[in-house]
């Protein structure tokens, strides 16, 4: 499985970003798609995820009503709608997979890694 994703970049306080996650391979192994990020000299953390089945979303505290995440499953792409952006939410962004077994939270758990996005928030 490869995961390419997109859309970071700079953005103001308060502003709106949009990633993208197309996955291209075995979807057994996207049953489970999300999304983690990594700010400087802190651990990497869990965002949100999604179940492709049942179309279950999990957020973190830090994002629940700020973040969206959503899929197209036709294309095996996840997204991640990030409004009301604070600079707390600086850091690289790294989209995930996983088959429908472990943890959903927890990053050892996931199999499949995209290259990371950066995403900047000015204040």
């Known amino acids: 499985v490869q995961l390419q994703a997109s859309g970071g970049g700079l953005v103001q306080a308060g502003g709106s970003l949009r990633l993208s996650c197309a996955a291209s391979?075995?979807?057994?192994?996207?049953?489970?798609m999300g999304w983690f990020r990594q700010a400087p000299g802190k651990e990497r953390e869990f965002v949100a995820t999604?179940?492709?089945?049942?179309?279950?979303?999990y957020y973190s505290d830090s994002v629940k009503g700020r973040f969206t995440i959503s899929r197209d499953n036709a294309k095996n792409t996840v997204y991640l709608q990030m409004n009301s952006l604070n600079p707390e939410d600086t850091a690289v962004y790294y989209c995930?997979?996983?088959?429908?077994?472990?943890?959903?939270?927890?990053?050892?758990?996931?199999?499949?890694w995209g290259q990371g996005t950066q995403v900047t928030v000015s204040s």
């Open positions: 999604s179940i492709r089945s049942v179309g279950s979303t």
């Open positions: 995930a997979s996983k088959g429908y077994n472990g943890n959903l939270y927890s990053m050892n758990a996931y199999d499949y």
């Open positions: 391979g075995r979807t057994f192994s996207t049953y489970v």
